[in-house]
């Protein structure tokens, strides 16, 4: 790798062909971590790399998971038959499923006395899924978590406040060791009570926050009612996951606030928070992909699509022990961009996971999703992004209504203006969806805030 980066100095300096980021609220040199130097990694070395860790991984799940080795045999495959990056396509696919059915640990290939960690998914129904971590597990996740970190311009001086919720939930604790990692500050705030959080922002002069859009749009919102401009504040870097939202969103929240809105995607199926991250460019996620296989698949017949497709991310981890997971299907929806990115990064980007497949509403016959609608009333003045979707049904069809919060200036309006606006976002919402559907404006505060993932949809189809 060629770098006149100064390793002796490595906050000082940029990364290769890496701008200066400047801000609203003043120029900050984007630091260079010594850890992120894989991010740099000549794509010839990478894929030598991943397939080293690949034949590894899948010898490794052969010989210690039953349903690895019971599937491989069912394919009539054994580790020998993985010779290149390519005969990953061969291998059959994990899905969530078969972590509920191994409850609780049967996907473990390291025997409990290694395993320093577990964490688990609230499942809304049945069981819930268990993932598990070697010390080295761990130390892998501190390492990507860091580098996503210091993708963001974050350095040691830094003060993060991390509102991801601590406990069975992978964001909180991956983002607290990462954070450590780096040499900054860590406020260990946890998610909700969101006076506190404004006012420890405020008093402790946070300069980044961690957290899910949609709390930081309900924080941005409560500072102003408290006569706190979060643009007066140091923070300077949001970094925002474990929830699907739009470029339009990222506006809103930059335009409001003056900061950076960064992007991070991760499953705890995979390894939690720390999977991909955008960098200063905004134009698709960074995949670490010397610990996690990337590949886009057509979500009907699994076949992989090629660069630049969209279809379901299907990821393989190339090095972790405890929970080796082969060809696992996200369900998340992108597709993998081609060419390279200005920051200099060889790691392959994303673009950013805007739905799920899991999410998709069928409404008479449509496919819809909620990031649609949030565009389409992003594109309107005089709304608040706190929408909700709720779904019922009437003599046997599908009724979708869009509740949509407006801006109390506009709220206060005459009456002439409300109807305007109704008719804007009826006509923005079925532009996008193709379909007209129910719109209903609501008074400020009127939908309920989340101070961690937002519930978007209420369907009350199979009550009605
Ligand atoms: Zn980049």
């Given amino acids: ?275 991909a991250i955008e960098c200063p460019c905004q134009d698709g996620l960074h995949i670490f992909e010397d610990h996690f296989y990337p590949e886009i698949v057509d979500p009907d017949s699994g076949a992989v699509l090629p660069e630049g497709e969209e279809g379901e991310l299907v990821l393989t981890t190339l090095s972790k022990f405890a929970m080796p997971m082969i060809r696992y299907r996200t369900r998340d929806i992108t597709a993998l961009l081609p060419g390279p990115c200005a920051c200099g990064r060889t790691l392959r980007r994303m673009k950013r996971i805007s739905r799920r497949s899991d999410d998709m509403l069928i409404i008479r016959g449509v496919n819809v999703f909620p990031s649609q609608v949030e565009s389409a009333l992003l594109d309107v003045e005089g709304t608040l992004p706190h929408y909700q979707i709720i779904l019922s049904r009437t003599q046997g069809l599908d009724q979708m209504e869009v509740q949509v919060e407006v801006t109390s200036e506009t709220f206060s309006d005459k009456i002439g203006a409300l109807e305007q606006l109704h008719d804007q976002i009826a006509d923005a919402v079925e532009h996008v969806l193709g379909i007209r559907v129910e719109v209903t404006l609501v008074e400020p505060q009127t939908i309920q805030r989340s101070e961690g993932k937002a519930k978007r949809v209420i369907d009350r189809r199979l009550q009605s």
């Fill in 1 to 275: 790798m060629s770098t006149t980066t100064d390793l002796r100095r490595p906050h000082a300096s940029a990364g290769p062909n890496e701008k200066s980021m400047s801000t609203k609220k003043g120029n900050s040199r984007l630091a260079f971590h010594p850890m992120s130097a894989p991010d740099f990694i000549p794509a010839p070395l990478l894929r030598e790399l991943q397939l080293s860790r690949l034949k590894t991984i899948v010898a490794r799940a052969w010989e210690r998971v039953p349903l690895y080795r019971d599937r491989l045999s069912a394919h009539s495959l054994t580790p020998d038959d993985v010779r290149s990056l390519e005969d990953i396509a061969r291998l059959p696919f994990t899905v969530k499923t078969d972590l509920r059915d191994t409850y609780p640990f049967g996907l473990f290939a390291s025997p409990m006395e290694e395993i320093v960690r577990l964490h688990a998914s609230s499942g809304t129904t049945g069981k819930p899924i268990v993932v598990a971590y070697t010390q080295q597990d761990v130390d892998v996740w501190t390492s990507v978590m860091l580098r996503s970190f210091a993708v963001c311009g974050l350095h040691h001086g830094d003060i993060i406040q991390n509102a991801y919720g601590y406990g069975l939930f992978t964001g909180g604790l991956g983002a607290h060791y990462g954070a450590e990692g780096l040499g900054a500050t860590v406020i260990p705030i946890s998610g909700g009570n969101t006076d506190r959080q404004i006012m420890v922002m405020r008093d402790f002069g946070v300069t980044a926050v961690c957290c899910t859009p949609s709390y930081f749009l309900h924080m941005i919102e409560r500072a102003g009612q408290l006569g706190i401009d979060i643009r007066e504040l140091p923070l300077r870097v949001g970094v925002f996951g474990a929830e699907p939202w739009t470029g339009a969103m990222r506006e809103r929240i930059e335009a409001l606030t003056g900061i950076r809105a960064f992007d991070i995607y991760g499953l705890s199926e995979i390894i939690g928070p720390g999977v």
